[in-house]
């Protein structure tokens, strides 16, 4: 009997995935748009790419499992505009209802027609706080500086994950 126990000890051993993918939800950006002509088209556009953007530079960057929050469960969660990038405990709870280990909260400010801010915080779903604060300016509305501004967060954002995760391994070569 011992020895059945021993063999089932050691096939559980090697059969169970010990580092399993992190699992991270990124929420759908926020636009808060401060310019003259607010909303415009173009922009509400141009910010609702930018999750499926940072969904694949994350995914490029390493070993990521990528969690769907619907946005209806996104919406029924906030109670108004920056709501979830200012309460990580609430943005967490939505992140635990669908599985994930991360959420990534953003908004998209812009103040001028020159210029516009993405902001992200990285919630550490299991502890319910903030796991990082990032920030980068993007200068322009071309399509390739909104992708070098998401292809920094999502190197930052991987960073911070392998960092506080203690693991180095889910970095693609």
Not at 31 to 38: C, G
Not at 47 to 54: F, G, N, W
Not at 86 to 92: E, S
Request: aromatic content about 8%; overall charge positive; proline content about 4%.
């Amino acid at each position: 009997m011992k020895i059945i126990g021993l063999i089932l000890l050691v096939y559980l051993a090697f059969s169970y995935p010990v580092n399993a993918a992190p699992r991270i939800a990124v929420l759908n950006f926020e636009l808060v748009d401060d310019t003259l002509l607010p909303n415009a088209p173009e922009e509400l556009t141009r910010t609702a790419s930018m999750k499926p953007l940072l969904e694949q530079a994350i995914s490029k960057l390493g070993d990521y499992e990528i969690v769907q929050i619907s946005a209806n469960d996104q919406n029924a969660a906030t109670a108004g505009v920056g709501y979830l990038l200012n309460f990580n405990d609430v943005a967490a709870k939505l992140g635990k209802q669908s599985g994930a280990d991360w959420l990534v909260v953003g908004q998209h400010s812009k103040h001028s027609f020159l210029y516009s801010y993405l902001m992200v915080h990285l919630v550490n779903v299991k502890a319910q706080k903030l796991a990082g604060d990032f920030s980068t300016e993007l200068k322009g509305t071309n399509p390739k500086v909104t992708q070098r501004g998401i292809n920094w967060l999502a190197k930052k954002l991987t960073a911070r994950i392998e960092q506080l995760s203690g693991s180095a391994s889910t970095t693609k070569p």
